[in-house]
Nanobody
Framework: QVQLVESGGGLVQPGGSLRLSCAVS????????IGWFRQAPGKEREGVSC????????YYTASIKGRFTISRDNAKNTVFLQMNSLKPEDTGVYYC??????????????????WGQGTQVTVSS
């Protein structure tokens, strides 16, 4: 059974940091890209970052580039999203998802195969 479980969300002040984790079971990361998405209140879900687990290729959208870092631990089948310099506009539910193609700037044009349940991130003073 394929399962993705996010953790690490919470409430943080502007300028603070959080580290999200996406624990994957039921398939190995080797042949998948894992993407992080977020959905702010009243807005559509957007893809913000991805990583190819075969070659480590990464992609970041402009809104988070330089502040967020995606990484993976293939031995633990886990992908991380380190979020620094958080802003109120980063608030939302963050999801991880898997897709059987390489991470690239157009990976979010495709439909991801497997999804986690999401973790809430709130950036507020």
């Amino acid at each position: 059974q394929v399962q993705l479980v996010e953790s690490g969300g919470g409430l943080v002040q502007p300028g603070g940091s959080l580290r999200l984790s996406c624990a994957v079971s039921g398939f190995t990361l080797d042949y998948y890209a894992i993407g992080w998405f977020r959905q702010a209140p009243g807005k559509e879900r957007e893809g913000v970052s991805c990583i190819s687990n075969s070659d480590g290729n990464t992609y970041y959208t402009a809104s988070i580039k330089g502040r967020f870092t995606i990484s993976r631990d293939n031995a633990k089948n886990t992908v991380f999203l380190q979020m620094n310099s958080l802003k109120p506009e980063d608030t939302g539910v963050y999801y991880c998802a898997g897709i059987g193609i390489r991470c690239s700037s157009y990976v979010f044009d495709y439909e991801f195969d497997h999804w986690g349940q999401g973790t809430q991130v709130t950036v507020s003073s």
